[in-house]
């Protein structure tokens, strides 16, 4: 028994009526770097169908080396793959979403990150930069992160929004831009 038996049995519904999605671009030209949280999946909130965009997920949807790590991998398999494409200016867009109401948030409490960091090994001061309080603070400080980063390929945009879970709504903090373009923000 395992608490899997009721998904499993969605999924041969689900496979019921599949048919194969063949490798190609994403067709929505975008990867969705988001929360775990289960109240944002940006399947569901963005409506994304299989085939339209690869989505990173870690614990506040924050730019870790290890997502920077996965982007320049896949900038550099989109080139290999698809690079000579007509229209292939940018290969991608990457789409930071942070979220309001975040379970990270609980570590702006210092008695909280305190048992946090003994539960899992990690510094308060590690918790405390890895926490969204403030999403759109976080999310334009990510946003500038990543487009710092060397390992990015230049033909990688980025752009920054904020999804509120009380509203649905995800609205944009920081348009897209290339890390050689100049500073193209919202108020
Ligand atoms: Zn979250």
Known sequence: ????????ERNEQFARSYTTTPM????????????????????????????????????GGRVTQA??????????????LFGDQDGAEGLFEVAVIHHTQCGTSLLADP???RQAAEATGRTEAELAASMVDDPQATVRADV??????????PRVSVSGHVYDI?????????DARYAADPLARRP
Request: aromatic share 4%.
């Open 1 to 8: 028994m395992t608490r899997m038996t009721p998904l499993l």
């Open 24 to 59: 190609a671009p994403p067709a929505a030209g975008v990867v969705v770097l988001t929360c775990l949280d289960h109240r944002v999946d940006p399947a569901l909130v963005l409506g994304l169908e299989l085939g339209d965009a690869p989505v990173i997920r870690n614990a």
């Open 67 to 80: 997502v920077i790590d996965d982007l320049a991998y896949l900038g550099f398999l989109a080139d290999q």
């Open 111 to 113: 008695g909280f990150r």
């Open 144 to 153: 500038e992160r990543l487009l710092a980063a060397p390992s990015l390929s």
């Open 166 to 174: 009380a509203t649905g709504r995800v609205t944009t903090s920081v």
